[in-house]
T-cell receptor, first 110, second 120 residues
Framework: QQQVKQSPQSLIVQKGGISIINCAYE??????FPWYQQFPGKGPALLIA?????SEKKEGRFTISFNKSAKQFSLHIMDSQPGDSATYFC?????????FGSGTKLNVKP | GAVVSQHPSRVICKSGTSVKIECRSL??????MFWYRQFPKQSLMLMAT?????????EQGVEKDKFLINHASLTLSTLTVTSAHPEDSSFYIC????????????????FGPGTRLTVT
């Protein structure tokens, strides 16, 4: 049973556009929701994270929106750039364990 | 920033041999280290969680006798794939959880660059 469901599987966005990736979870005990960016052949890198007591967090062009009642959270990448082309994973944390979404491959067209 | 290294980055070994992968947190003492396995175009699969000085906690379905984890210090964890077989070929990634302020709890997890294991 997948604890964190991520969509879409792949995403194509024009340069300058907004990329939106969504995740949903069931376990209300999750208390930390990070997003990771992974380039081919590399380990994931922490991008931005949020706690459930906050509805939105922004760092530069990256924003997490968190809807506790809907048990959903999303990553928004503003002014998307070709360098943002990578695979993005959402995750949720509970009891010393991270649960990952299935990943979204983002392709930003120049 | 928090830096986690892995060594080697790539390894090719023959079937039946053992391979050791090292994971080091370079600029912090990790409270917990995690080992993941990632198949091509797939998500990360947690294999085990380890804390310094104690036995690793393995996920269901992961053979502890095949994937030996030793967390020797607060900055070093090793994964040994014993009697490797071609089906063990994969991308292995470690991560380290950095302590918070004054050594308290922090959620932040930092990944190593990964090790590509190919068993022939």
């Amino acid at each position: 049973q997948q604890q964190v469901k991520q969509s879409p599987q792949s995403l194509i966005v024009q340069k300058g556009g907004i990329s939106i990736i969504n995740c949903a979870y069931e376990n209300t005990a999750f208390d930390y929701f990070p997003w990771y960016q992974q380039f081919p052949g590399k380990g994931p890198a922490l991008l931005i994270a949020i706690r459930p007591d906050v509805s939105e967090k922004k760092e530069g062009r990256f924003t997490i929106s968190f809807n506790k009642s809907a048990k959903q959270f999303s990553l928004h990448i503003m002014d998307s750039q070709p360098g943002d082309s990578a695979t993005y994973f959402c995750a949720a944390y509970n009891f010393n364990k991270f649960y990952f979404g299935s990943g979204t491959k983002l392709n930003v067209k120049p | 920033g928090a830096v986690v290294s892995q060594h080697p980055s790539r390894v090719i070994c023959k079937s039946g041999t053992s391979v050791k992968i090292e994971c080091r947190s370079l600029d912090f003492q990790a409270t917990t280290m995690f080992w993941y396995r990632q198949f091509p175009k797939q998500s990360l699969m947690l294999m085990a969680t380890s804390n310094e000085g104690s036995k690793a906690t393995y996920e269901q379905g992961v053979e502890k006798d095949k994937f030996l984890i030793n967390h020797a210090s607060l900055t070093l964890s090793t994964l040994t794939v014993t009697s490797a077989h071609p089906e063990d070929s994969s991308f292995y990634i470690c991560s380290a959880q950095r302590p918070g302020l004054a050594g308290g709890f922090s959620y932040e997890q930092y990944f190593g660059p990964g090790t590509r294991l190919t068993v022939t």
